[in-house]
């Protein structure tokens, strides 16, 4: 339902974009969000943008990291900058369809930065 790209290996204080879209047609979408997995199974939110542009972004990536939307493509962007170890992990695009919540989930993609 979600396609995302971007993910690869990338040396410490290095950048990558990942990018992700809907892979079959959605009349509308809300909000566009990117995860992380934690813990082994854990998800916590890396950065969120809304319809009409509000970003949120989790405490740990504030001043690094960017979402940013195309409406006309339906596609977000996450700018990931000076990237650290312990950014690795797999990053996994959330696209919410419809105001009561009900998302689509990309099967994640790997994100590894060397130190």
């Given at each position: 339902q979600v396609v995302e790209s971007g993910g690869g290996l990338v040396q410490s204080g290095g950048s990558l974009r990942l990018s992700c879209a809907p892979s079959r047609s959605i009349a509308r979408i809300y909000d566009m969000a990117w995860y992380r997995q934690v813990h082994g199974i854990q998800r916590e939110l890396v950065a969120q943008i809304s319809m009409n542009g509000t970003t949120l972004y989790n405490e740990s990536v504030k001043g690094r990291f960017t979402i940013s939307r195309d409406n006309a493509k339906k596609?977000?962007?996450?700018?990931m900058n000076s990237l650290k170890p312990e950014d690795t992990t797999v990053y996994y695009c959330k696209i919410t369809f419809n105001p009561t919540g009900s998302a689509y989930w990309g099967t994640g993609t790997q994100v590894t930065v060397s130190s």
């Open positions: 596609t977000a962007y996450l700018q």
